[in-house]
């Protein structure tokens, strides 16, 4: 199993810069890929941007450019540095773990999530 405990949300105007912070239980070096997902209200929640063990990162067309994930492993921590900030940005954003065990059973943890939001 994996906790996840996310920091860094708040309220920053359009333009702004946060960053948001993920503490896992395990080292994150040992979890499959770890993201940060988004979920705006009466919207489907959606992928922003991962990191798989190797280090590769993917990111959202909408925030290409803008947002930059990273991770401290001696710190067993996930960062998602969010600049030029824009009110669609807006939302809850949710760290993510996915497993993959040697069976190959497969599982995701999340986090309780922390509230970005970005004013006009």
């Known amino acids: 199993q994996v906790q996840l405990v996310e920091s860094g949300g708040g309220l920053v105007q359009a333009g702004g810069s946060l960053r948001l912070s993920c503490a896992a239980s395990?080292?994150?070096?040992?979890?499959?890929?770890m993201g940060w997902y988004r979920q705006a209200p009466g919207k489907q929640r959606e992928l922003v941007a991962r990191?798989?063990?190797?280090?590769?990162?993917n990111y959202a067309d909408s925030v290409k450019g803008r947002f930059t994930i990273s991770r401290d492993n001696a710190k067993n921590t996930v960062y998602l540095q969010m600049n030029s900030l824009k009110p669609e940005d807006t939302a809850v954003y949710y760290c993510?773990?996915?497993?993959?065990?040697?069976?190959?059973?497969?599982?995701?943890?999340w986090g309780q999530g922390t509230q970005v939001t970005v004013s006009s």
């Open positions: 990191i798989t063990y190797g280090g590769s990162t």
């Open positions: 395990r080292s994150v070096f040992s979890i499959h890929a």
């Open positions: 993510n773990a996915h497993l993959v065990l040697v069976s190959g059973d497969e599982y995701d943890y």
